[in-house]
């Protein structure tokens, strides 16, 4: 058991033999639990140096040591749900001596990468998706006469997701060998919630009492072998051998503990899920106020003043700071675990009872339920707010969890408004003007930090009105969202116009109009896509008017953008100050 994590290289002779699962595969049996050793030690330490997915991955050691030793990968299909736990599997896929610089610009990605390694079958970073991918490998390969295995391996908090019992479902209407290894620790990021966390958990107590219960996977026609211990090779080998060579579509139930090994992480395995680079002691790490956190302030001290509100979230309470919430008004906070359907819907049904429900979602998730968005509150106009989290890029998770589409697809909802907020404050009052708007709103803000918790008065701001920032010529900056302090550098430099927009829906039409008659070049300053986003916006009310102005749109291209440090995506971008000057004045000279 360990109980801090090193700061040094460990000695680890056995693992530095296994480059690959086929050098794995001259192992014998008994080595196994020495190397299972050896890569928890290394994990510990390559994690510590990064940064990065913690808990989940200390909890498979034993089961990703298991399925490349029987597996013929990657001739066999393997794939993991989510991500969170795929770096034992990247350690022992010819990736090991590069897992310190994980989740850098640099180095290898923090989820499953199909065009990093022929290993990672199937590129993932949202949950639940695992199941259909892996049943569509086997029927794949099975009708090209192609002899493989095909595992997807998912945890209980991503069986939650709605899209994987859909994929058991259609499995079992085939003939298809295919194995669902569900790894059960009783976690998703958070603590799971629902009724399915709470049959699993009675599953527990009668294998105590010797009583499994498989009703549920056996009704769906897959035949349950389970629960066993996820961490004991002698228990682990023989099942998955026999699993693996039994035709049909097969469960496996695995009971393992997340952040195993490590004495802190299994005490409190939600505050390990993910860790951040460790530090010197000579340089203690600033806790930074986010975003995220003056949402949090904002929905306790809204719900105060309204009982009405309720806050949905799916499956993200720490992330989205709803935990005070959760804590000062049980009764109106709602987890619904990986659901981000439900999540829409369900607030749409409140909705309709007169509450006002706000959904607290990440942009990247948002896109999970956007058919709902539509359907279910904005044709019907319902009353709901949408605070949206991570808007734009997100740095070392990369283009999995990138916000980029937010706008895009918020947008072109008649009778919807977005807001794009600069500040903690300018965040405070666009989600109390979300929360008094009648109808559909959505602020979309950052994963970033800002200097200080906004608290004190909310003040509704006028629908579609503009701020003027600075007063200049030739060219009139215009900012939608976080990247106001980059603009700010080169407008003061240069003497040029900003105005921080504030509102994407309704557009400050009459700003436009009245800068586009002064100014030679109008410049529009997003963190989301060029394509239909606030740019796009601006283009097409200058179409519409014939408004002739040359207008340069700067946002995040027309590509996927990689992991790495956000101000390394932004430069990527040419969206910091530098990039903005030259593109500015690039256009000002054609």
Known sequence: MFHSIPTQRPATPLLDQ???????????????EELASQLRAYLLYSVGQSGGHFGA????IELTIALHYLLNTPKDNLVWDVGHQ???????????????????????????????????????????????????????DKLQGIESKTVAVIGDGAMTAGMAFEALNHAAHTDTNLLVILNDNDMSISHNEGGLATYLAKNLKNRSAGETTAALFEALDFEYTGPVDGHDFNQLLPTLEKVLNTPGPQFLHLITTKGKGFQPAEDDPVGYHAITKIEPISQPKEKKIRYSNVFGRWVCDMAETDNRLTAITPA??????????????????????????????????????????????YSTFLQRGYDQVVHDVAIQKLDMLL?????????????????????????????????????????????????????LAAVRYPRG????????EMSKLPLGQSKTILEGSRVAVLNFG???????????????????????????????????????????LEDHSIIGGAGSAVSEYLHTEKIKTPLLSLGIPDRWISHASRQEQLKECGLDSEGIAQAIAESLNR
Do not use: W
Request: glycine share 8%; charged share 20%.
């Open 18 to 32: 296994v480059n690959d699962p086929a050098s794995l595969r001259t192992l014998k049996h008994n080595q196994l």
């Open 57 to 60: 991955g200390l909890g498979v």
């Open 86 to 140: 795929c770096y034992p599997h990247k350690i022992l896929t010819e990736r090991r001596e590069a897992m310190p610089k994980i989740r850098q610009g640099d180095g290898p990605s923090p989820f499953p990468k199909r065009e990093e390694s022929p290993f990672d079958s199937f590129g993932v970073g949202h949950s639940s998706t695992s199941i259909s991918a892996a049943l569509g490998m086997a029927i794949a």
């Open 316 to 361: 993200m309470r720490e992330g989205s700071d709803l935990i005070e919430f959760s804590s000062r008004f049980p009764q109106r906070y709602f987890d619904v675990a990986i659901a981000e359907q439900h999540a829409v819907t369900l607030g749409a049904g409140m909705a309709c009872q007169k509450l006002k429900p706000v959904v607290a979602i």
């Open 387 to 439: 605070a949206i989290d991570r808007a734009g890029l997100v740095g070392e998770d990369g283009a999995t969890h990138a916000g980029c589409f937010d706008i895009a697809m918020l947008r072109c909802l008649p009778n919807t408004i977005i807001m794009t907020p600069s500040s903690a404050e300018e965040q405070r009052n666009m989600l109390y003007t979300g929360y008094k708007y009648p109808g």
């Open 449 to 456: 930090s800002v200097s200080e918790l906004a608290n004190g």
């Open 482 to 524: 976080p990247l106001l302090h980059e603009a700010e550098h080169v407008a003061k430099r240069e003497g040029y116009t900003l105005i921080d927009m504030r509102f994407v829906k309704p557009l400050d039409t009459q700003a436009i109009a009245l800068i586009a008659a002064s100014h030679q070049l109008i410049v529009t």
